[in-house]
């Protein structure tokens, strides 16, 4: 998958979104984790099921959720 369909779309929240520059930081990493995860698992539109799986594997490798 070259494009994924939610690139433009997370390109558009962070811009429209009225976050401090920090936060945009973070905010832009997670985002692209989580769009890169879809790529490597050839997801095009998640269900909530791939959502679920993919906190999971965060919180295994002990990223937090907060």
């Known amino acids: ?5 939610l690139e433009q ?6 811009t429209e979104k009225d976050i401090r520059k920090g936060s945009y930081g973070l905010y ?4 692209k984790q989580y769009l890169s995860s879809l790529v490597e698992q050839d997801i095009t539109y998640a269900a909530t099921q791939d959502v679920i799986e993919y906190i999971v594997t965060k919180k ?7």
Do not use: F
């Open 1 to 5: 998958m070259e494009n994924h369909p």
């Open 9 to 14: 779309l997370i390109t558009e929240y962070l």
């Open 60 to 66: 295994s490798k002990r990223y937090s959720d907060k």
């Open 28 to 31: 832009d990493t997670n985002l």
